[in-house]
């Protein structure tokens, strides 16, 4: 069953190990494109209208797995009343690691 993509008030999370900040999205896009073509026929896209985007698959990068993904509500967003994320619970990326848990 493909997960939802977030929006502002959830996230996706690894119920496996715990990511929350790096997934591989794999996704359907179906839009209609206006291409303006130059004189010289060199095309360019003025606008993009999405008409639909499905997503397929959402695969955690820290442990490569793809079945263990869910959405879960964003800290500050609904839960807490001054709407500010709590001291220590992921809300800041900075303290989250390019190499992932136990790589670096």
């Known amino acids: 069953m493909p997960v939802p993509m977030p929006t ?7 119920t496996q190990c715990g990511n929350l900040t ?8 179906r839009l209609t494109e206006y291409v303006h073509l130059d004189l010289g026929g060199e095309p360019r896209i003025e606008e993009t ?7 397929e698959s959402v695969r955690c ?9 869910e959405l879960v509500d964003r800290p500050g967003a609904a839960g807490t ?3 500010t ?5 992921g809300a800041d990326d900075s ?8 790589q670096g």
């Open 81 to 83: 009343e001054d709407g």
């Open 61 to 69: 990068r820290w442990c490569n797995t793809a079945d263990r993904i």
């Open 95 to 102: 303290t989250d690691t390019e190499a992932g848990p136990g």
């Open 85 to 89: 994320a709590a001291a220590g619970d």
């Open 49 to 55: 209208e999405v008409l639909s985007e499905t997503v």
């Open 22 to 29: 790096r997934f591989d999205v794999t996704r359907s896009t």
């Open 8 to 14: 502002t008030t959830t996230r996706w999370r690894c």
